[in-house]
Antibody, heavy 117, light 110 residues
C-alpha cells in the first residue's frame, strides 16, 4: 500500500525549532518530487515547500523562506522539514505529499504543530 | 486571503448535480492546465479528485468532472451522494510561486 506517515509535530514556544519527518512506503521515494502542505486550524490548504526527486530543485513559500529547510534521504525513503524561528502563525497540521504531474496525489495523515507560549 | 477564489459553500440534493467554481488569474489558472481538486472530509487528509483540469485518478468515480475556461476552473459533482459532503479545494500550478490553493468550498448534500 502506498503510504506517507508524518511524525515530529508537537507544542513549542515561539522562536523554537522542530523537525518533521515523513516516511514513505509502498513506492520508491527517489522517483518522485515531494512537498509539504499545511493547514491552519479551521483554514484552507497552503503549500509550504517542494523538493525535486534528486534535491536539485528546492522551493519555499514566501511565508517560510529563510526559516524552514526541506530535505530528503532517498536511501531511507524519508522526507524532512526543519522548522526554525517558529511563530504562532505556523500553527497548523503539516501534510507530507507526493507530487505527480503538478498535483499532489498521495497525502499523509498529517502531524500537528502548535506554536504557543 | 487565498490566491484562488472559491465560494465558501455549495449545496445540492441527493442525486442532483452541483458545480464549484475556482477563479484565479492569468498567472495561474489561466496560464497552465495544471488545475487540481481535492476532497477533504472532517479530520481527514485531502484526497486528489481531479488533476490536469479534467483527469480523474484511478478509483475516483466518473461522477466527478473538471473543466476550465479562461481564469476559472470548475468541479462538477453529479448524482450527489451523502459521502460527497466534504470540503473541496482547488489548486493550480503558478510558476514562480509554484502552487496556490483556493480557500475551500463546503459542499452540503441535502
Amino acid at each position: 500500500e502506498v503510504q506517507l506517515v508524518e511524525s515530529g509535530g508537537g507544542l513549542v514556544q515561539p522562536g523554537e525549532s522542530l523537525r518533521l519527518s515523513c516516511a514513505a512506503s509502498g513506492f520508491t521515494l527517489s522517483g518522485y518530487s515531494m512537498s509539504w502542505v499545511r493547514q491552519a486550524p479551521g483554514k484552507g490548504l497552503e503549500w509550504v515547500s517542494y523538493i525535486s526527486s534528486s534535491s536539485a530543485t528546492i522551493l519555499y513559500a514566501d511565508s517560510v523562506k529563510g526559516r524552514f529547510t526541506i530535505s530528503r534521504d532517498n536511501a531511507k525513503n524519508s522526507l524532512y522539514l526543519q522548522m526554525n524561528s517558529l511563530r504562532a502563525d505556523d500553527t497548523a497540521v503539516y501534510y507530507c505529499t507526493r507530487e505527480s504531474g503538478y498535483a499532489f496525489d498521495i497525502w499523509g495523515r498529517g502531524t500537528v504543530v502548535t506554536v504557543s507560549s | 486571503q487565498s490566491a484562488l477564489t472559491q465560494p465558501p459553500s455549495a449545496s445540492g440534493s441527493r442525486g442532483q448535480s452541483v458545480t464549484i467554481s475556482c477563479t484565479g488569474s492569468s498567472s495561474d489558472v489561466g496560464a497552465y492546465n495544471f488545475v487540481s481538486w481535492y476532497q477533504q472530509h472532517p479530520g481527514k487528509a485531502p484526497k486528489l479528485m481531479i488533476y490536469e483540469v479534467s483527469k480523474r485518478p484511478s478509483g475516483v468515480p466518473d461522477r466527478f468532472s473538471g473543466s476550465k475556461s479562461g481564469n476559472t476552473a470548475s468541479l462538477t459533482v453529479s448524482g450527489l451522494q451523502a459521502d460527497d459532503e466534504a470540503d473541496y479545494y482547488c489548486s493550480s500550478y503558478a510558476g514562480s510561486n509554484p502552487w496556490v490553493f483556493g480557500g475551500g468550498t463546503k459542499l452540503t448534500v441535502l
